[in-house]
Structures are given as C-alpha cells and as structure tokens.
C-alpha cells in the first residue's frame, strides 16, 4: 500500500521550475493561495534534498489563515542525511520526517534525531516505494510532491505518482542547466508516461492544467 500521490508544480512556458542554482517565483499570488489550500489537504508534503538546501523552504501553510495541526509532514528524501541542521523545515511549526539510506553517516542521524524523525530506506539512494510503504503504514495516507526535478523523474520511474497539477506562469527562462519540471535520466521515445488531461483553468496570468497519470 501506499498514500496517494499528487505532483503539484510552477513551470515557465518552456518547462523550467528553475534556475541551475537558484529558486525564481514562477507563478503568480493566486496559484501560491491555491498551493496553501492544497497543503491543507494532505498528510504529507515531500520534497528532495537538493530542494531544501537551494531554496530552503518552511513547507507550512503560511498564505492562508491556518492553525499549526493543519500544517503536512514534511518529508525529506535524503540519502546521506545532508539536511543543514537550521533549515527551516525542521523548525517547530511542523513534524518532519527524513528518509536517508543505509549510507547515511551515523553521526549525522544522531544530531537529525534531535530534530526530527528518521526513517532508512535503501542502501546508497532512498528506496522511494519502500519508503512510502513505511509512511502509509504511519498514517500518511497522502503526498504532495512539491519537487524537484531528480525527485520528480524518480516518482514517476517507481510509477509513484497519482496526479499532477502544473501552473504554466507567463516566463520564458531558457537555459540548457536550468532546471526543468522532470530531469533525471529521462525515460526514452517508446516509455515515456502518459497523461490524461482533466482540467484547464485561468488563473490570473498563468494557466493550471490538471491530469491523471496512466501507467503502462
Ligand atoms: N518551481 C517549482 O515548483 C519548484 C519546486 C521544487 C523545487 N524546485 C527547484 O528544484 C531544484 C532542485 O531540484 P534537483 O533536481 O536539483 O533536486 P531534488 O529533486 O530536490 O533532490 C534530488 C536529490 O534527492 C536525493 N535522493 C535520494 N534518493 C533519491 C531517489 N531515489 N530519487 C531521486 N532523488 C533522490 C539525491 O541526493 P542524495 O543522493 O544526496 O540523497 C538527489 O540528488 C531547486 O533549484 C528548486 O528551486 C522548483
């Protein structure tokens, strides 16, 4: 078993969520209202490690009126336990939960420890089905995978996720290493996944499409 997974992204028209090595606003006021709301609705919000060392996000509810039990797990995927000690994500507003491997220095597990709580999964990269197997059995039944790139390919590798939803912000960016909403090694020409469109909607300046993802 395992929660249910939504993908939920800003992209430029020509696919980037980001510079090589640095976050940009892509969407507009109302998409970032939107992405408050949908934080309010799932057990969990999980982003890759790289994703919190570049743009060292709190992943709270922040944009809305909330109280602090609405607030996700957040979820780190980080193999080697790299997650800086005074990142915002593992202040008190939240519980937060880093899934490193077995390669993770045990040092570095101790002091997490202090901060968080830790779940291994894997040998030398996090085992994600494995690893969501371990959430749903604590009661997280649901994922917002908030990115990036490496961890968003490796999502939909495993046929992880569920659902996705991108706001299309009216930017161009360019940039051959400039990250785009899906890297990693890429899927070829005869494999790539396939996605069914539910929905399109106006917001402001930018556009959100909606889709199911349809697994072979
Ligand atoms: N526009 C948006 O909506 C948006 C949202 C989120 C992020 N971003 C941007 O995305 C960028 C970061 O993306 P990124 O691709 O560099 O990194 P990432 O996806 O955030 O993190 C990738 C890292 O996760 C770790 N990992 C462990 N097990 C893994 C597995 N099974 N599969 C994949 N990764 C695994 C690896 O590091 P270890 O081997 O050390 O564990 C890997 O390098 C940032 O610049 C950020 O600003 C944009």
């Known amino acids: ?23 940009m606003k892509i969407s507009g006021k109302n998409d970032l209202i939107r992405v408050h709301q949908l934080r309010k609705k799932y057990d969990g919000i999980m982003v890759g490690i790289n994703t919190v060392i570049v743009d060292n996000p709190k992943l709270t509810i922040h944009k809305i009126p909330s109280e602090k039990t609405d607030n ?92 996705v939803s991108i706001c299309i912000g009216s930017k161009i960016l360019g940039g051959s290493n400039s990250k785009t909403l899906v890297d990693g090694l890429g899927f070829n020409k005869n494999n790539c996944v396939e996605l069914n469109l539910k929905s399109y909607t106006l917001i402001d300046k930018d556009i959100l499409l909606k889709y199911t993802v349809q697994y072979k």
């Open 72 to 163: 996700p797990v957040r979820i780190i995927i980080d193999s080697n336990a790299r997650t800086p000690l005074n990142s915002k994500i593992l202040d008190n507003q939240a519980e937060t939960i880093i899934i490193a491997s077995q390669k993770a220095p045990l040092e570095r597990i101790r002091k997490l420890e202090e901060k968080c709580t830790i779940i291994i999964s894997g040998t030398n990269s996090v085992d994600l089905k494995q690893a969501l197997n371990k959430l749903y059995k604590l009661n997280i039944k649901s994922i917002l995978l908030e990115g990036g790139s490496t961890l968003n390919f490796s999502m939909f590798k495993e046929e992880l996720i569920d659902e």
């Open 1 to 23: 078993m395992k929660p249910y997974v939504l993908l939920n992204s800003a992209m430029t028209v020509d696919g980037k969520i980001a510079t090589e090595n640095s976050s």
